[in-house]
C-alpha cells in the first residue's frame, strides 16, 4: 500500500508546483502588459511599500523574476529602512550613540567667563580646565570662543603690548635718531639729534646735533639724558631703543649704572616705537619743515624751543588735550570772556599757543 501512496503524492505536488508556476507567469505577463499601458513612473505610498516588503521579503533573491514596479535595489532599499526604523533598532542605536556628545552649558559658560576676564588663548584656557577636573579638547575650546563671537584679534592676549606700556608708563622713556639737513656750501649735509620721551607725561628731550654721530656722541648725550633726569626728578627705569649700530655699549652702561635697564625692540618693528616716532614726525612737519638751517646752533635752537613749546605749550590727547607740563592754575569763578585770551608766539610767529590770563 505504501509503495502506491507514495508516487501519488509526489505526482500531486508536482502537478501543484506546475500549476502555481504557471498561475505566476501569467500574472507576471499581466503585469508588464499593465505597466506598459500605464503613461508614466508608479508612485507608491508608505502602506503599498510596506506590504510588498512584508510579502517579498518570504521570496529572498528569487522576488527578481517576478518585480515589475521597481528595480531589485530599490526594493532592498525598502528592506533596510524598514528594519532599522524597527523599535529594536531604535533603541540600540540610541544606545551606542553617535558624533561627539552635546558640551555642557556650565562648562560652555566657564569657558566664555575665562576668556572675557583673562583673555587667555585656547591652550591656557585648557589648562585651566584640566585643573578644575574639567576633560575637553582644545577644538572644543576653540569651537565654544568662536561660537560666542569671541574670535582672536591683534594684541587679544593676556598680556599686551600696550598693557606693558601702561604698567610701566610712569618710568618708561623711549629713544631715537632724527635728523635735519644743513645748507653748506658743499651742499645738503645731514645732521643727526636725539629725541627721548616719557611715556607717562609724554614730555620730551632733545639733545643737541651733530653731523657725525658716532658712539662717542651717543655716549656723551646719554650722559646728558640722565643729568636732565636727576634735575627735573625724573627716573628712567627702561630705556626702549633699537639696534641700531650707534648706540654703543657705554650708552647702555650709563642707563644701567643708574639702575635702569636697556629693552631693545626686534628688528624692523618700528610700531614698537610708536611714541618716539611720532614725536618726531611732530618735531619735523610742525616745525623743522619750516626752516632752512644754515649752521648747528641755529638748529639747536630751533630744537630747544621745540621742546619748550612741546613740554609747556602743545596739548595732547593722552594727557586730556593739555601740555605734558602743566601748572595748575585755578581761574576765579568769573564768566569767560575774549579780553582774557592771549596769543603767543615762538619762532618768529610759527609756533602759537594760546591762555587765560589769571
Not at 512584508?54 to 528592506?79: A, C, E, Q
Not at 566664555?112 to 591652550?123: A, H, M, N, P, V
Not at 646728558?224 to 631703543?241: A, V, W, Y
Not at 644754515?294 to 601740555?323: A, F, M
Request: glycine share 6%; charged share 30%.
Amino acid at each position: 500500500m505504501a509503495n502506491i501512496v507514495h508516487p501519488l503524492l509526489t505526482l500531486l505536488a508536482s502537478l501543484t508546483r506546475q500549476e502555481l508556476a504557471q498561475q505566476v507567469r501569467y500574472l507576471k505577463a499581466e503585469n508588464e502588459i499593465l505597466r506598459s499601458k500605464l503613461p508614466g513612473r508608479v508612485t507608491l505610498n508608505n502602506r503599498e511599500r510596506n506590504i510588498l516588503v512584508k510579502h517579498g521579503k518570504k521570496l529572498g533573491g528569487k522576488i527578481k523574476d517576478v518585480m515589475t514596479i521597481v528595480s531589485y535595489s530599490t526594493f532592498r532599499r525598502w528592506v533596510r529602512k524598514m528594519e532599522d526604523n524597527t523599535p529594536a533598532s531604535k533603541k540600540k542605536s540610541a544606545k551606542r550613540g553617535t558624533g561627539r556628545p552635546k558640551i555642557e552649558d556650565d562648562v560652555r559658560e566657564t569657558i566664555l567667563q575665562i576668556r572675557k576676564e583673562t583673555g587667555f588663548g585656547y591652550t591656557k584656557i585648557l589648562q585651566e580646565l584640566r585643573r578644575m577636573d574639567v576633560h575637553v579638547s582644545r577644538q572644543t575650546v576653540k569651537n565654544v570662543i568662536v561660537e560666542a563671537g569671541l574670535a582672536p584679534t591683534p594684541g587679544d592676549h593676556p598680556d599686551t603690548w600696550h598693557k606693558f606700556l601702561k604698567r610701566h608708563a610712569d618710568t618708561l622713556w623711549q629713544c631715537d635718531f632724527a635728523c635735519k639737513k644743513k645748507w653748506t656750501l658743499k651742499g645738503l649735509v645731514d645732521v643727526y639729534f636725539m629725541v627721548f620721551i616719557h611715556i607717562g607725561t609724554r614730555q620730551i628731550w632733545i639733545s643737541p646735533c651733530t653731523e657725525t654721530p658716532n658712539g662717542a656722541w651717543t655716549t656723551q648725550q646719554g650722559r646728558n639724558f640722565q643729568m636732565h633726569l636727576q634735575e627735573n626728578d625724573l627716573k628712567c627705569e627702561i630705556l626702549m631703543r633699537d639696534r641700531d649700530s650707534k648706540y654703543t655699549d657705554l650708552f647702555d652702561e650709563i642707563v644701567k649704572s643708574t639702575g635702569g635697564k636697556i629693552k631693545l625692540t626686534p628688528i624692523r618693528s618700528p610700531n614698537l616705537q610708536a611714541h618716539v616716532e611720532r614725536v618726531i614726525q611732530t618735531i619735523k612737519h610742525e616745525v623743522l619743515n619750516a626752516f632752512c638751517i644754515v649752521t648747528n646752533e641755529h638748529l639747536n635752537s630751533i630744537l630747544r624751543t621745540t621742546q619748550n613749546w612741546y613740554n609747556k605749550r602743545r596739548g595732547h590727547t593722552e594727557r586730556d588735550h593739555l601740555p605734558p607740563l602743566r601748572q595748575e592754575v585755578t581761574f576765579p569763578l568769573r564768566p569767560f570772556s575774549k579780553d582774557q585770551v592771549i596769543r603767543e608766539t615762538l619762532l618768529g610767529d610759527h609756533l602759537m599757543s594760546y591762555r587765560r590770563t589769571a
